[in-house]
């Protein structure tokens, strides 16, 4: 699993395009306007229809780019006090809140806005992808998600799924919030959507910056030719790590690559030599000065350091393999 840092830049350039949008669709454009004559939302979009004026009544100009703005935490306590708002000061159901906030936000917002081009021209599922330049699915790190366009604008291109870490299915409210929207590959984003994860038991890619840290990938000797990968926590008293992964369904993902990529490293370290992984790091290039880093660019096709582990699949877990291998006398 990666952490995606604040995303700073990423952020304020959706954000610009996300809250004109949101705020046309809520009050209109006599209601809204940010007063930038090249805005597309606040200046082609229209008012939402189907949506209670009750529920519109609940949000001021702060609290729309707040529900596109903030942390995690912090979405999960908006989508509780609106919630609360809505059926005990205007006397609705828990129902009529999902309706409205799925028409508006799900359908409405991340359907049609976000996964088509109906305002700025390019769907924003690629300008988000593009914005973040991440270059591996966020939870396996082992499927690339490059961004690619055909140059004939005939089919479709390559862009990572998004995955909403608060379910768009339970959270509708959520449903185009920035760091609500995670990128990653079809099997992840699949295996995720029906998994209810949550901020106390699980890590979050935009919230915890020692994800790498907290578990490890490791191997269980089955036979003398047959190993499984397995994953462990790194610590004894922080079991999030794991208990993430699990969640994830990491070791079956990886289960496939037990008897490639696994048994591949496994043999450099004992079928050929006892120090030929060594040798390989150590004695290939000779007197070239190259980085450790390099090295293993070089010879395993994986990045060493955790912030870069998301520009070549299998860094996670190549690295933490190749380290046990290495420790082994």
């Not at 809520?26 to 940010?34: E, P």
């Not at 306590?77 to 809505?86: D, K, R, S, W, Y």
């Amino acid at each position: 699993m990666i952490y995606l840092g604040d995303q700073t830049d990423g952020l304020n350039a959706y954000s610009k395009e996300a809250v004109c949008w949101l705020g046309v669709k809520l009050k209109g454009r006599r209601g809204f306007n940010c007063g930038d004559s090249t805005c597309y939302p606040c200046n082609h979009s229209n008012i939402r229809s189907n949506i209670d004026q009750e529920f519109r009544d609940l949000f001021d100009d702060a609290l729309i780019k707040e529900i596109i703005e903030a942390k995690p935490r912090r979405l999960l306590e908006l989508n509780g006090e609106l919630l609360t708002a809505f059926t005990i000061q205007h006397g609705k159901t828990t129902d009529d809140f999902r309706r409205n906030a799925k028409n508006l936000f799900l359908n409405s917002g991340y359907k049609v806005w976000f996964l088509t081009d109906e305002n700025s021209g390019e769907k924003w599922n690629y300008r988000l992808a593009r914005l973040l330049d991440k270059h591996t699915c966020t939870y396996c790190n082992r499927e690339y998600t490059f961004v690619l366009r055909n140059p004939s604008g005939i089919g479709k291109g390559m862009v990572p799924q998004i995955d909403h870490w608060f379910a768009k299915t339970d959270y509708p409210l959520l449903a185009i919030s920035f760091y609500n929207l995670i990128p990653s590959c079809g099997t992840c984003n699949t295996i995720k959507s029906s998994t209810n994860l949550n901020l106390i038991d699980h890590l979050h890619p935009y919230v915890d910056s020692n994800i790498s840290s907290t578990y490890e990938f490791s191997y269980l000797p089955i036979t003398n030719i047959d190993n499984r990968i397995i994953l462990k926590n790194s610590s004894l008293f922080n079991s999030k790590g794991l208990d993430t992964v699990n969640a994830l369904n990491l070791p079956l993902i990886y289960k496939g690559h037990s008897g490639k990529e696994l048994q591949d490293l496994i043999d450099l370290r004992y079928k050929y030599s006892d120090n030929y992984l060594n040798i390989l790091l150590e004695d290939t290039f000779g007197d070239l000065h190259i980085s450790k880093e390099e090295r293993y660019r070089l010879i395993f096709g994986i990045e060493l350091d955790e912030e870069n582990h998301h520009k070549r699949i299998f860094s996670k877990f190549k690295g933490d393999i190749i380290s046990e291998l290495l420790s082994i006398k």
